[in-house]
């Protein structure tokens, strides 16, 4: 088993935009040398819609803004009270494939959920991490130059009422959970430094 360093950096509410276009330079940039960095942090309110994404799944965007962006997958929502997850990784030196990236990151949010007594599933034909049928966590990557960007965003306490605006990752009638509705206590601080140790441990499986 080969390991590589890992920097986990934490922010607070970031414009969707922006933080895109600091994700594609860090990979433009990067070289074999450069470690992995995981990036922990909030949106403010955007929809977005993956490269394949289809129009007729955006409903009602109505003042919240619709970027159109590079990861794989349908529509989705960020807002405050969702943690997004973006791993800067280099699939390559660590010998993943997309399919087992988003393993790595199913299992590290099951985990988590798992330490809240919420029990959860991934499913093979359907991206994400779900509770009693209803999805709480979205996945959708962008892979260049062997290297991974986007990432995956976990409801944890938020406003799930612009979820009903569109067909979640193209799912009509799909329905939106989050920690909140099982674990009312649960605290973004909490949650964000379990998962960024779960996400290091397998990790460190997968090489």
Not at 73 to 79: A, K, S
Not at 180 to 194: G, H, Q, S, T
């Amino acid at each position: 088993m080969t390991t590589h360093p890992v920097i986990v950096r934490q922010f607070g509410q970031q414009d969707y935009q922006a933080c895109w276009q600091r994700m594609r330079a860090f990979t433009d940039a990067r070289t074999a040398e450069t470690p992995d960095q995981i990036w922990l942090l909030e949106h403010t309110p955007v929809f977005t819609q993956g490269q394949n994404g289809k129009a007729e799944h955006v409903l009602d965007t109505g003042d919240i803004p619709l970027i159109q962006t590079d990861r794989g997958g349908q529509v989705t929502y960020h807002g405050p009270g969702q943690l997004v997850v973006y791993p800067l990784i280099d699939l390559r030196r660590r010998g993943l494939n997309v399919r087992a990236t988003v393993t790595w990151l199913e299992n590290s949010v099951i985990a988590l959920l798992r330490e809240y007594q919420i029990y959860a599933i991934a499913k093979a034909d359907a991206p994400g991490v779900y509770v009693d049928e209803k999805k709480i966590c979205s996945i959708g990557l962008r892979v260049r130059r062997g290297c991974s960007y986007h990432g995956l965003a976990l409801n944890v306490k938020m406003d799930t009422t612009p979820f009903t605006r569109i067909n979640p990752c193209g799912f009509s009638g799909l329905q939106m959970t989050q920690m909140a509705d099982y674990a009312p206590m649960v605290e973004m601080r909490e949650v964000k430094l379990c998962l960024a140790s779960l996400l290091n441990i397998h990790l460190v499986q997968c090489d």
